[in-house]
């Protein structure tokens, strides 16, 4: 089946009302109701990263933030926009070429594996961008249907009707600018649009990995989701990483327990403790839902 038509999202539970929250909200096509809350206060976790924010994905409602609105380099996160806005030009099926220009990005930045000249699709290439977070399928994106100047506009016009009060963009991939930031808050409204509106990147994100097969018009490609997270914490499927040496350890993560979805964002997490981090603040989510713990070795 096609991945534009694969939800992997799984289904809410159906209550009619949703809970009122205390800070910024996103309208999500379904909510539940508010669990009754627990009789003992939680503690929130001790994380030591620059930004976090703890959403419950099927009310819209920010449960939790540590300096959440804060402009930092978002690393490549900022290719959910990419992907967002590649998708409002093109579609999925569309097929473009590879430009040269894919040859000037830094020796040390993340590949999908391209050679200029290649013919892919627009899927191909968002197999790409969310598994191996490949800075030349992001370049070839942003030049595809139009100038890369205008798709970078494209992203920050984005960003700006979605509400976005501290996000803008200069390149499609997140590398390091002056002038080119976002926030963890930002980016949980981005990414709660995302997952209502683009259900086939949210199949893309949740593969581990793929293999695209070679066609007469490229090679193949092997490609292996650096989240780890899809692989060590239950109920992950999605949705972005990222790093670099100014923004640090970026995570954009989607997890389900038990009926229910969280998504969490971490911004500036020293180097390596971002995977390590995240899941304390997702079970805090869960908790504050009252949702059963992690099952037993997981």
Not at 123 to 143: C, K, P
Not at 262 to 267: K, Y
Request: proline share 9%; aromatic share 6%; hydrophobic share 40%.
């Amino acid at each position: 089946m096609p991945v534009d038509q694969v939800d992997p999202r799984p289904a809410r539970t159906p209550q009619a009302t949703p809970s009122p929250g205390p800070s910024r909200t996103a309208p999500v096509p379904a909510a539940v109701a508010r669990l009754r809350p627990t009789l003992r206060p939680i503690p929130a976790p001790v994380i030591d990263a620059q930004e976090v924010v703890l959403v419950n994905l099927d009310t819209g409602r920010f449960l939790w933030q540590s300096n959440g609105r804060a402009a930092r380099a978002p690393a490549s996160l900022t290719k959910i926009f990419t992907a967002m806005v590649a998708v409002d030009l093109m579609g999925l099926n569309t097929v473009v070429t590879v430009p040269d220009s894919i040859r000037e990005l830094p020796a040390d930045s993340t590949f999908m594996g391209l050679t200029p000249g290649d013919r892919v699709t627009v899927r191909e290439l968002l197999y790409g961008v969310f598994l191996n977070s490949g800075n030349d399928a992001a370049e070839t994106l942003a030049s595809a249907a139009t100038s890369r100047a205008t798709f970078i506009a494209a992203m920050n016009t984005k960003a700006a009707r979605l509400g976005l009060r501290t996000t803008h963009f200069l390149n499609p991939t997140g590398l390091d600018a002056s002038g080119h930031y976002s926030s963890a808050d930002d980016l949980a409204i981005a990414a709660i649009y995302l997952e209502s509106h683009y259900p086939g990147l949210v199949g893309i994100a949740a593969t581990p990995a793929i293999t695209v097969a070679a066609t007469a018009t490229h090679k193949a490609y092997v490609l292996l989701n650096l989240d780890k997270l899809l692989h060590t914490y239950p109920g992950t499927y999605g949705l972005k990483t990222g790093w670099t040496e100014q923004a640090l350890g970026c995570l954009i993560t989607t997890s389900s327990r038990g009926g229910h979805r969280l998504l969490g964002v971490m911004l500036g997490a020293p180097n390596g403790t971002a995977y390590a981090q995240m899941p304390k603040v997702l079970d805090y989510g869960f908790e504050l839902l009252g949702v059963l713990p992690r099952p037993p070795g997981a």
